[in-house]
């Protein structure tokens, strides 16, 4: 063993002695230290990008990052795709010791049951035609802490049920997994089959080759995805591979970094995943017979005295009856205990609808066009009547002033500016005539995709002038109007009140990007 000590070096000065000194743990530990001083110092320092406005207050500054989270949250994917709207999900959840840590605060046990209770109600709400089962991992076997049901009340009081247990003992992956794979064993071929895993443990205690089970999971066409709260595995990795054989493996992995990005992880799962190639066409025979889907919309009824609903043997007095053998649930929507057939609400299917067409982003507004003169005019929201801000005056004045101090400097400047221009970013209007006679198709061909990149770019920051425009009507909106557009109602208020037909405007499709997209009947 090589001894920690210093080498002894009699009559020898102290530079002398540092040249004979035995390389030990110690003074690695002290040439690791400066390391250390560097990664400290690469934290990032929020509180310097505060900045204070002409006022002495930091009042913009906290309006600015309010819209950039309210932003981020709109800038999603609006490109018409097939979606799988009625979904069949497995949530698993860990519930061994390794989810007492808190490096989640307050616990990382705690903080999963909130957010799974969240997201169930956020899954319902974007689809209302789904079904969720919970499954728990505790102690080696699984438990099924609730049964497949579209009923989210249900999921939330037994998610609740589970603050009273504590987590114990060891998980068993392979459990949940045999588990989750029986209960999406019956779930029909037109819906799709997906497993969330929310794995907090670094090691999982099987009976058997999981091998095996992942190989069944794959015959049975169900796709997986799990958020690791310690770091990654790599049986999770091996699953997320084999599952989701046509996508990249970060999308269907991940590891949380906080309670925020914990959140927004899990979130994520509440859209409908795209329908693959593989998934579309699983079975060629039951293309015909999967095509369409029979369902049923129910009455709503009142009983004058309480009667069994055939759902869950309970005397109630409302309910609904099943238009095909007159049976009645409780709540919708469910699957008709006697007949099997599937009842919903035309609401609900609507809710569905969106997903296929998904309202597109809109575009921020610079003072230049707020200010131009064919919207000089809209002073306010067009959806709640808000007043926008107004142009500060010191954006007009400066330009003027540092063009006349600077001279020769600033006109040369202004050459070198002015030659870059016309071929990135200048609309079509402002090129020459004789340009614009020569190369028509080019020039039109790089202004669009100019126009493209900078809407773009712009998307990707907070409007300056507080107004966001929708391409198809021409409206501007207050940015808590862009939200509740774009998670709530999914439709353009200005587009709906426009005076002529929708379906006209369009040539026979409803007005927005639902022309860009026809349903196979």
Request: aromatic residues 4%.
């Amino acid at each position: 063993m090589v001894s920690s000590d210093e080498e002894y070096a009699p009559g020898a000065s102290d530079d002398e002695a540092d040249a004979h000194r035995v390389t030990g743990r110690g003074d690695k530990s002290r040439q690791r230290g400066p390391a250390k001083d560097n990664a400290f110092n690469e934290v990032k320092r929020t509180w310097e990008d505060v900045e204070e406005g002409e006022d002495g207050t930091i009042t913009g500054t906290i309006d600015s990052l309010l819209q950039q989270g309210k932003r981020k949250r709109t800038l999603k994917d609006t490109t018409p795709l097939q979606r799988g709207i009625i979904r069949h999900l497995i949530l698993i959840i860990d519930l061994s010791a390794a989810m007492t840590e808190k490096d989640l605060r307050p616990t990382r046990y705690l903080l999963t049951i909130r957010y799974c209770q969240d997201f169930v109600t956020e899954f319902f709400e974007q689809n209302p035609i789904s079904q969720i089962g919970i499954i728990g991992m505790r102690d080696g076997p699984a438990i099924r802490v609730s049964d497949m049901s579209g009923n989210p009340s249900d999921h939330i009081s037994n998610l609740q049920a589970l603050r009273k247990e504590d987590p114990k003992g060891q998980p068993s992956l392979q459990n949940a997994l045999d588990m989750a794979r029986a209960a999406l064993f019956h779930a029909p071929s037109h819906g799709t089959r997906e497993i969330l895993l929310l794995f907090g443990s670094l090691l999982s205690s099987d009976p058997g080759d999981i091998h095996t089970t992942i190989t069944s999971l794959v015959n049975s066409h169900i796709n997986t995805t799990v958020i690791g709260l310690s770091a990654q595995v790599a049986i999770c990795l091996t699953l997320v591979k084999r599952t989701n054989p046509q996508s990249n493996p970060q999308k269907h992995y991940n590891v949380a970094l906080d309670e925020v990005n914990y959140r927004e992880l899990i979130m994520r799962l509440a859209t409908p995943p795209e329908a693959h190639t593989q998934q579309a066409t699983q079975s060629v025979d039951d293309s015909n017979s999967s095509s369409l889907l029979m369902m049923g919309f129910p009455s709503r009824i009142t009983d004058p005295k309480p009667s069994l609903c055939a759902c869950h043997s309970r005397p109630t007095t409302g309910g609904y009856l099943c238009p095909r053998c007159s049976s009645k649930v409780c709540s919708l929507p469910t699957t008709c205990p006697a007949c099997n057939l599937t009842l919903i609400l035309s609401t609900h299917l609507a809710r569905s609808y969106h997903h296929l067409f998904p309202l597109q982003n809109w575009n921020t507004v610079p003072w230049s066009r707020a200010s131009s003169p064919p919207h000089r005019h809209k002073t306010s929201c067009f959806s709640c009547q808000n007043a926008f801000p107004t142009e500060p005056t010191t954006s007009s004045s400066e330009p003027a002033t540092k063009s006349t101090t600077n001279g020769t400097s600033k006109q040369n400047s202004g050459k070198a500016i002015e030659s870059h221009v016309p071929s990135r970013v200048a609309p079509s209007h402002a090129l020459n005539a004789e340009s614009a006679s020569t190369e028509p198709s080019n020039v039109a061909f790089r202004d669009d995709n100019s126009t493209r990149e900078k809407r773009k770019q712009e998307d990707q920051t907070v409007s300056e002038s507080g107004r966001y425009e929708c391409e198809t009507c021409e409206q501007f909106f207050c940015v808590d109007c862009d939200v509740f557009c774009h998670e709530i109602v999914h439709n353009c208020p200005g587009c709906l009140s426009r005076e002529e037909n929708p379906m006209e405007a369009n040539d026979g499709a409803p007005t927005g990007q639902l022309d860009r997209m026809m349903i196979d009947a």
